[in-house]
């Protein structure tokens, strides 16, 4: 059985409303594709910032084994004159015990403090010079010098191989003497020093600016005999900057004195400078936090710590020592250095998030608000007024002045609806009135006509009862029938 109970049809939204969902639904899908677009860019940026950092790492890993190797040089060469020393020591027969004679008879005046002192220049360059305390055996060097000397060419080859050394050396453990490689002349020393004689010199050079390389290398501070690298300090003749690295020398159990090589900070500033970092600063650090050497042309003061990774801080070992190697790049230089490279995807993005926007604006303008215009323009000519068409691209024009004749037409059939339906009325309430007015006259005429004949009927029973009366008087009255009224 079908359902014949009438359902109440539901409204339709309004054009306002139609429009109002429109623009929500275009600031929704810009809202969802501007979320995709920053959240693409956001792990583009934490993918690009990680890159950095393995790029800064390994940047600092290059920088590291090249450190590493100059570092070993100054090892090695140091190693190499301990190793021939301690042997000449062990096995005297090995050395060449007829160089210092062959150099005494060379000699021209020899001077108690600085033996070598007067030999011919070409000599001097090649086998260095002497230092001995005046206060100590004036032969005391003749019986160790040999051991060093063996080392002689190995230590001229070094130096001409690498200029970054800066002087090579052999310390006496009794602090009575020593030799330097190249030679440093008498008058040089005390002039550095501003001592007034050698024992005053070679005290300033047994301190070495606090790092009294006798005592750091030694039995008491270096049990393990291992190489040891100093604190940096000041060349007393050349005013530079430099590290030492020692190596102590012993004959049997006996501490006979120290090999050392001092190696200028510059080795290590150009070797940062050379090896420019993608972003950031690098420095060379030892355990005291003191800097070595720092990868700017003028060097800053090493920021505070703490040095750790959370805080943009590498830090790399440097083998056979207590130092490192720093490399700090600041979350804002990581920031900006990573949207600088992000600025060609950015700026696709955008104009990408753009295109769509002017494409979906173009298209609401185009097809979509005339649309919704037609069908708020319906909703307005179902009203007595009709206004024009609003302006609309050239497309929709034929689609407005359709609306607008058909709702003409209909206005036009509505109102002559209306006035034949009012003509109707007013003949049908005429009518009305005058079959009410028909109905009334004959209701009169009737009324009028009941009134005679009631009066009839007066004047006939009143006849009757006169004639009744009279026929009473002559006979015996009788009864006589009612008249139905």
């Not at 209909?410 to 009325?425: F, I, S």
């Amino acid at each position: 059985m079908s359902d014949t109970v009438p359902h109440t049809e539901a409204p339709a939204p309004s054009a306002r409303h139609i429009h109002r969902q429109h623009a929500t639904a275009l600031a929704i899908v810009m809202a969802v594709f501007t979320v995709a677009l920053l959240a693409y860019g956001w792990s583009v940026y934490a993918r690009q910032r990680a890159a950095l950092w393995w790029g800064l790492s390994s940047q600092g890993e290059q920088i590291q084994l090249a450190l590493n190797d100059t570092l070993d040089v100054a090892r090695s060469h140091v190693s190499g004159m301990r190793q021939s020393t301690e042997r000449n020591l062990r096995q005297p027969l090995l050395a060449d015990t007829s160089l210092v004679d062959r150099l005494e008879r060379r000699n021209l005046a020899p001077l108690r403090d600085a033996p070598w002192d007067r030999l011919p220049q070409d000599l001097v360059k090649e086998v260095g010079a002497v230092h001995v305390d005046p206060g100590a055996d004036a032969t005391a060097y003749r019986r160790g010098v040999e051991a060093p000397l063996g080392a002689l060419a190995q230590v001229a080859a070094s130096h001409s191989q690498h200029q970054r050394l800066q002087w090579s050396y052999f310390y006496d453990a009794q602090k009575q003497w020593r030799w330097v490689y190249p030679a440093q002349s008498r008058e040089d020393l005390l002039t550095a020093t501003g001592q007034a004689d050698m024992a005053g010199a070679l005290a300033t050079l047994w301190d070495a600016g606090g790092t009294t390389p006798l005592d750091a290398a030694g039995p008491t501070r270096n049990p393990q005999k291992e190489l040891v690298w100093t604190a940096a300090h000041t060349d007393p003749l050349k005013k530079t900057a430099v590290v030492s690295v020692l190596a102590p020398v012993y004959s049997a159990e006996r501490y006979a004195g120290v090999v050392g090589a001092d190696l200028t900070l510059d080795a290590l500033s150009a070797v940062l400078l050379q090896r420019a970092l993608p972003m950031g600063q690098a420095w060379v650090v030892n355990s005291q936090g003191q800097v070595l050497a720092s990868s700017e042309a003028k060097p800053s003061a090493l920021p505070a710590g703490p040095y750790v990774p959370d805080a943009g801080w590498l830090r790399f070992a440097l083998r056979g020592t207590d130092w490192s190697l720093l490399v700090h790049a600041p979350g804002s230089v990581v920031t900006r250095k990573t949207l600088a490279q992000m600025v060609p995807m950015l700026a696709t993005g955008v104009a990408g998030l753009l295109a769509l926007l002017v494409a979906c604006l173009w298209l609401s303008r185009r097809f979509t608000q005339p649309a919704l215009q037609l069908a708020e323009y319906v909703q307005q000519t179902e009203g007595p007024s009709i206004k024009r068409p609003p302006p609309v691209p050239a497309l929709w024009k034929p689609w407005f002045d359709r609306v607008a004749r058909l709702a003409l037409q209909r206005r036009d059939q509505v109102m002559g609806a209306h006035q034949r339906t009012t003509q109707l009325e007013n003949q049908a309430a005429q009518h009305i009135v005058d079959l009410r007015n028909t109905a009334a006259e004959h209701e009169a005429q009737l009324a009028l006509r009941a009134g005679e004949l009631r009066s009839a009927y007066a004047q006939l029973s009143a006849a009757l009862a006169d004639a009744q009366a009279a026929q009473g008087a002559s006979k015996k009255p009788t009864r006589p029938n009612p008249l139905p009224e």
